[in-house]
């Protein structure tokens, strides 16, 4: 599949991917139609068009149908309704995704459907605190992991904080339980809620001054396993609350981290560290003992070290671009990757998270199954095995490329 990534300005037609689109549809519709009569062939020609028509139109509705229920969310007061819109969207998701294998549409609908999720149980969360809630000081939720890179699906956990303004004692207890109310409305919607990185956990919570002296205080003892807690912040988005806020902390927790040796090195270190699924002898690695006996670990060992090579760039290059496509394009752009290199990493974005999301609807709303994430290698025919490999070896040379320019970032 070819992908839009060397773009000529703004018009799509000067783009080499549409071109080759349009060469390659053209030349199997005309092999198609080499032997067929001339009325055969007009026949199949309109065919072809109303095809198109058909599917553009579809998509069309998708697209109105996300906007509506991501509006409904927005402005729903009832828990029980927002569990119903949470599952009626990510079908609806799921069987775009089944048809299109777009994961750049499933990504771009699922966050901003948690957005408005997140709005309506924040006031739900006020609404439960009474006049109490007015004593609360502005406040940012801001998420991190898969849905800061803005990569969510229901099928991983979500793991967020809170930042909020500076409170005295009796604010902090309602602070407290405004967080409780958050992780369990969440989770009242059937998402997955991590257990540790919730503002319902004290570390995660607190005023920016707050996170400003927890961040000087981790990064000053360099306590590895909680430098690499702290590094969970290179990817996060905004899902509530007040933009201030929030645009203070993303610059104070970046900045911090981008500016300690200790995060640096142990950024790069850990980076190089993940396995590319790709073995010593040029095998697949597979997983060698558990329920999974046999199968290929596609979230660790393609997916996630793909997207924290990608971070960690971002953080040590101070990008302005949360996603890893985007991050990729800019990357490109500031020349810091050349144009082949560029490519085969957003193809091999796209193939494994295309190859994740495929398999999660196989299975999903049982959105608490591992299964999806670990392939069956012999089931999967040459084209996508050869894709598969093609996106390892891409994972593998951003990996030796954040070694090589970076391991001394941090000396």
């Known amino acids: 599949m070819a992908l839009l990534v060397s773009a000529k300005g703004s018009n799509i037609l000067a783009w080499r991917a549409a071109g080759d689109f349009a060469v390659t549809f053209r030349q199997m519709t005309l092999d ?25 139109a579809a998509n069309d509705m998708f697209c109105s149908r996300c906007a509506s229920l991501i509006d409904e969310a927005a402005a729903c007061h009832e828990p029980a309704r927002l569990r119903e819109l ?13 048809v299109h294998q777009s994961a750049l549409a ?71 339980r405004f967080a409780t109310l958050l992780h369990e409305g969440f989770e009242a919607c059937g998402l997955q809620v991590d257990q540790v990185v919730t503002p319902r956990n004290g570390q995660w919570r607190g005023s920016v001054s707050e996170w400003s002296q927890r961040l000087e205080k981790v990064l000053k003892r360099g306590k590895s396993s909680e430098v690499i807690e702290l ?15 929030g645009t203070a902390f993303r610059q104070l927790s970046l900045s911090a981290l981008a500016a300690s ?79 082949d290199m560029a490519e085969r990493l957003l193809q091999a974005w796209h193939t494994l998270h295309e190859l994740r999301l495929i398999r999660e609807s196989e299975v999903q709303p049982d959105w608490p199954n591992a299964a999806p994430h670990y392939l ?3 089931q999967m025919n040459a084209a996508e095995q050869d894709a598969l490999r093609e996106s390892l070896e891409a994972v593998g040379n951003i990996q030796r490329h954040v070694g090589l320019n970076f391991s001394g970032a941090g000396a």
Not at 86 to 98: E, M, N, S, V
Not at 164 to 174: P, S, T
């Open 32 to 56: 198609r139609m080499e032997f067929c009569r001339t009325d055969e062939a007009a026949a199949m020609l309109t065919e072809a068009t109303l095809a198109l028509e058909n599917l553009a």
């Open 86 to 98: 949470t599952t009626i969207f990510f079908a609806g998701l799921y069987d775009h995704c089944a």
């Open 106 to 176: 499933f990504y771009q609908f699922s966050i901003l459907f948690l957005q408005a999720l997140a709005g309506s149980i924040s006031r739900y969360a006020h609404s439960m605190l009474g006049d109490a809630s007015s004593r609360i000081p502005e406040s940012a939720l801001i998420v991190l992991g898969t849905a800061g890179r803005q990569e969510f699906s229901p099928f991983s956990p979500l793991q967020f904080l809170l930042v909020h303004g500076q409170a005295d004692e009796a604010e902090e207890m309602l602070i407290q």
């Open 231 to 245: 590094l969970r912040l290179a990817d996060q988005t905004q899902l509530d609350g007040d933009a201030d806020t």
């Open 261 to 339: 040796p200790v995060a640096v090195k142990n950024l790069v270190s850990r980076v190089v560290a993940f396995s590319n699924g790709i073995g010593i002898m040029g095998g697949l690695r597979f997983e060698k003992s558990g329920l999974y006996r046999g199968r290929f670990a596609l979230l660790e060992n393609a997916v996630q070290p793909l997207s924290a090579s990608l971070s960690a760039v971002g953080l040590l290059k101070h990008l302005e671009t949360v996603t890893t496509p985007k991050r990729i394009r800019e990357l490109l752009w500031r020349r810091e990757l050349n144009v």
């Open 376 to 378: 069956n290698i012999e």
